[in-house]
């Protein structure tokens, strides 16, 4: 494994429980069918990218490494 | 040796401790003392629920999330074998089997759609919007009780018209129907109702919900049971019973865990004058205030689950078929992830708890749930500053060998 932790956002996945909103809502937002994860914040860091993967409860964002 | 010896030794028990275990530490608040030492110990036990079932009892906190992610792990409350942790009739047995077809019965692929159905009810800006409402109602209650005799009882005058009152608005039902919510909704609550009476209760809100649902199928309103019904048109996934169950559903959660911590925060608080002191001085410190409260109260203990094939932890083998008890009470005191899991500490970093569940069933309405605990504990802590405790904390009617964790009765004054 090499290199830093890149957010993957699997949206089939999400059960809206709105985690990554409420931890980052500069990076994170719901469309109205709320089902959608979006980036009106641009790209995910690879601080922000561990957190938001271990609060996501459905596996909906998930770390990968390069 | 075999497995199977290894896992008698490991956890299946010739007389199996039965669940809800009681509270049994110091302090009314700590899970029961049997749980750190299963976690301390990295084992799963059986126990026995008061249905007469035996269930895998799990109380660590990598185990819990991992088995709520597992596909093995199913939530179908059909199957014989899932433990229910409350004595129950026949009749209501049967009743939570099939209404757990509306929505926290059902695994994948089934879930995904029924559950897709009502986030856009319960997003984060949804939620927003709510919360003048919530605000408002709150203010209203804390007039009434400064206005009125003292000591007050908390539980009567905030924790339980405060949900009541929000889940009528959100879900639009009749301001006046209020009442039949809270009576319904507080007679389950009650640690001494019978498993005849719970059943005669919960007819009795299916008679009402029955009625307002047929009442929104003719004449959709723009609210959230409304717009499901409208949905509900153009995905045919309910037909009128399974709706009916989901407003109960939505009901029942949304009431009698809001109701629990709304009275549990505020006791947890005024134990804690220099935290509550701090939500006084710095409005942004009730947020994280509610996920520390949410975590340290947990006061969903255990979630049923059955095993579809055979799943390990730690040395045990647990096999299909199996039920289990996932226990989040247990997970949220689990110190490899919380330090110090018996401190009550607004400050640190709780939000990984499980309070509202992990995997796909975690609670949809968890942002309502902290809406409405901010501003509760906000409003109350900054508009009463004197506020107490009437009676020694010893002397509190706490619900502590119940599933679900709560107290009966809050005497306060100011």
Known sequence: MTGAPRLVVNEDLCVGAGQCVLSHPELFDQDDTGQVVVFPGGPVGPEVAPVVADLCPSGALSLARD | ?414
């Open chain 2, 1 to 414: 040796m075999t497995q199977d010896i290894a896992d008698t030794a490991a956890g299946e028990l010739a007389d199996p401790p039965e669940f809800p275990m009681r509270r049994d530490g110091g302090c009314p608040f700590d899970p029961p003392s049997r749980y750190k030492q299963l976690r301390d110990e990295g084992r799963v036990i059986q126990v026995r629920v008061p249905t007469g079932q035996t269930a895998w009892l799990v109380t660590r906190y990598d185990d819990v999330r991992r088995l709520l992610t597992d596909p093995l792990v199913s939530a179908d409350r059909r199957h014989p074998n899932m433990p229910l942790t409350e004595e129950v009739t026949p009749q209501t047995r049967a009743n939570i089997a099939e209404f757990g077809r509306s929505l926290i019965g059902l695994d994948q692929p089934e879930h995904g759609p029924r559950r897709r159905m009502l986030i856009p009810e319960f997003t984060v800006r949804r939620i927003q919007a709510l919360r003048p409402h919530i605000q408002h109602t709150v203010d209203g209650l804390i007039d009434d009780m400064l206005a009125g005799p003292k000591p007050a009882d908390l539980a009567t005058v905030l924790s339980t018209p405060v949900p009541a009152r929000t889940l009528c608005e959100l879900l639009g039902m009749p301001y006046e129907d209020r009442e039949l919510i809270e009576r319904t909704a507080a007679a389950q609550l009650r640690r001494s109702i019978s498993p005849q009476e719970r059943q005669q209760v919960s007819a009795e809100m299916y008679r009402y919900v029955d009625q307002l649902i047929t009442a929104k199928e003719k004449e959709p309103t723009d609210d959230l049971l409304g717009r499901l019904v409208l949905r509900n048109r153009e995905t045919g996934l309910y037909d009128h019973r399974l709706l009916v169950g989901l407003a109960m559903l939505l009901l029942v959660a949304g009431f009698e865990t809001t109701n629990s911590m709304i009275s549990l925060g505020v006791i947890g608080l005024l134990q804690h004058p220099e935290q509550a002191e701090l939500i006084r001085k710095d409005p942004a410190a009730v947020g994280p205030a509610v996920d520390e409260l949410l975590r340290y109260f947990t006061v969903v203990d255990a979630l049923p689950r059955v095993l579809l094939g055979d799943v390990q932890v730690g040395d045990v083998t647990m096999r299909a078929g199996d039920g289990l008890l996932i226990s989040f009470a247990g997970a949220d005191w689990d110190d490899r992830f919380f330090a110090e899991p018996e401190q009550l500490d607004i400050t640190r970093t709780s939000r990984h708890h499980v309070a509202f569940g992990y995997g796909i069933h975690q609670c949809i309405g968890q942002n309502l749930a902290r809406a409405e605990l901010e501003i509760v504990l906000r409003t109350l802590f900054t508009r009463v500053p004197t506020l107490r405790l009437a009676e020694p904390m010893e002397a509190l009617p706490f619900r502590d060998d119940t599933n679900i964790f709560g107290v009966d009765r809050v005497p306060v004054t100011w």
